[in-house]
């Protein structure tokens, strides 16, 4: 099993900034692949950014310029990050964390947050 945890979103003011946080752990061997996705209302979800696990970065054109992902690591815990600023009202939806790797049971495994809201609102 793998968990994922997010956390950073909230309500911000157009032109404002804001981190995203998730966490991953549990039974996992290696991770390929993290990456933030987005839904807003009545849309379908898109890709925000990804990293691989030698660090290259995929940005979507919409927010090119404005966000910045990274990873993190300590131990058994796997840290992804999204760095916003610059923050449009189009920026509003729901964000998702996505993990996709190898577990210890020898499997392969593409996980999913919760989602976290992020607002943009004057």
């Known amino acids: 099993q793998v968990q994922l945890v997010e956390s950073g979103g909230g309500l911000v003011q157009p032109g404002g900034s804001l981190r995203l946080s998730c966490a991953a752990s549990?039974?996992?061997?290696?991770?390929?692949?993290m990456g933030w996705y987005r839904q807003a209302f009545g849309k379908q979800r898109e890709l925000v950014a990804s990293?691989?696990?030698?660090?290259?970065?995929?940005?979507g054109d919409s927010i090119k310029g404005r966000f910045a992902i990274s990873s993190s690591r300590d131990n058994a815990k796997h840290t992804l990050f999204l760095q916003m600023n610059s923050l449009k009202p189009e920026d509003t939806a729901v964000y998702y964390c996505?993990?996709?790797?190898?577990?210890?049971?020898?499997?392969?495994?593409?996980?999913w947050g919760q989602g976290t809201q992020v607002t943009v609102s004057s």
């Open positions: 996505n993990v996709q790797g190898r577990g210890s049971w020898g499997g392969s495994f593409d996980s």
């Open positions: 549990g039974s996992i061997f290696n991770i390929n692949t």
């Open positions: 990293i691989t696990n030698t660090g290259r970065a995929n940005y």
